[in-house]
């Protein structure tokens, strides 16, 4: 098993990025998937969930209405798109099923600072 974050960098306030998750090494479609984020000093959060087919997503509170996820389940990927980036954003980004049982990858950073 195999997750594989990228597309996290330095963005300005109010900046976008794209993220991305490539999976392998268990049944993809059978999960759903999460992106987490763990800022210095504090626990890991989920921040968005999506459903195994897609029609169901929901966000944390703190990214709601700017951050979108989203899943291509021919190539066993997780997406988040990100807008509208604060300070607070700044955090470095996992994902990982919704029960966190698969092994962790190594995570992107995501910096947002002017």
């Known amino acids: 098993v195999q997750l594989v974050e990228s597309g996290g960098g330095l963005v300005q306030p109010g900046g976008s990025l794209k993220l991305s998750c490539e999976t392998s090494?268990?049944?993809?479609?059978?999960?759903?998937m999460n992106w987490y984020r763990q800022a210095p000093g504090k626990g890991r959060e989920s921040v968005a969930v999506i459903s195994r087919t897609g029609e169901i997503t929901n966000y944390a509170d703190s990214v709601q209405g700017r951050f979108t996820i989203s899943r291509d389940n021919t190539n066993n990927a997780i997406f988040l798109q990100m807008n509208s980036l604060k300070p607070e954003d700044t955090a470095v980004y996992y994902c990982?099923?919704?029960?966190?049982?698969?092994?962790w990858g190594q995570g992107t950073q995501v910096t947002v600072s002017s």
């Open positions: 090494g268990f049944t993809f479609n059978k999960y759903y």
């Open positions: 990982n099923n919704i029960y966190r049982t698969l092994p």
